[in-house]
């Protein structure tokens, strides 16, 4: 399956752990997305990366939280210090630009990972 | 400020029947619209996607209808199947620049036998 991969797909934590969650994209895909979706609502951007340069933050991406793509592959997501709000699906999406082969901003999704935050 | 607003919040539809889910935008620099299909516990998966240089676009069972000047686009899925049953979502982005898509809150389906 050459499809996008997020681990862990479940994580519950205490209030004030640091936790770090990781996404595989899709091979040759360059760009790669960060969303967060609360229960009853819609994916919430978080963040971007287009290889390994994050391009755009939203403002919903406090200081506790931060994002890595080293070398343009993976990426991980970490929230520091966690708080019960911070209990969500984490999802993340990438796609390939369109003058390298891709359809327009075709986003395509991993499984999520669930935080619980006790 | 939700710049996407979707309706309705949950639909009920009986099997063979036609499900039609409406979005409105509020940002004209949007123009790109895909719809994207939820199952619980998994991520969303791309439907269908317009551009607002057609009005509508078809793929099997499912349509987009694009309305620029009122700026609404609506999803039709036509013959209604309980497999079809699952959250949709509508959502919006730019093509040049930013690539977040913003989203609606979605339209829970519940297709009935």
């Known amino acids: 399956d050459t499809g996008v991969s997020q681990d862990p797909r479940h994580k519950i934590t205490k209030r004030g752990q640091n936790v770090t969650f990781r996404c595989d994209p899709i091979?040759?895909?360059?760009?790669l997305y960060w969303y967060r979706q609360t229960l009853g609502q819609g994916p919430e951007f978080l963040t971007y990366?287009?290889?390994?340069?994050?391009?755009?933050k939203s403002r919903l991406l406090s200081d506790r939280f931060s994002a890595e793509r080293p070398k343009g592959s993976f990426s991980t997501l970490e929230i520091q210090r966690t708080e019960q709000g911070d209990s969500a699906m984490y999802l993340c999406?990438?796609?390939?630009?369109?003058?390298?082969?891709?359809?327009?901003?075709?986003?395509?999704f991993g499984p999520g990972t669930r935080l619980t935050v006790l | 400020q939700q710049q996407v607003k979707q309706s309705p919040q949950s639909l009920i539809v009986q099997k063979g029947g036609i499900s039609i889910i409406n979005c409105a935008y509020e940002n004209t620099a949007f123009d790109y619209f895909p719809w994207y299909q939820q199952f619980p516990g998994k991520g969303p998966a791309l439907l269908i996607a317009i551009r607002p240089d057609v009005s509508e676009k078809k793929e099997g069972r499912f349509t987009i209808s694009f309305n620029k000047s009122a700026k609404q686009f609506s999803l039709h899925i036509m013959d209604s199947q309980p497999g079809d049953s699952a959250t949709y979502f509508c959502?919006?982005?730019?093509?040049?620049?930013?690539?977040?898509?913003?989203f609606g809150k979605g339209t829970k389906l519940s297709v009935i036998p």
């Open positions: 091979s040759e895909h360059n760009r």
């Open positions: 959502a919006a982005s730019r093509l040049v620049g930013s690539y977040q898509l913003t």
């Open positions: 999406a990438s796609s390939l630009d369109p003058w390298a082969g891709g359809r327009f901003n075709e986003q395509f």
């Open positions: 990366f287009q290889n390994e340069a994050q391009l755009e």
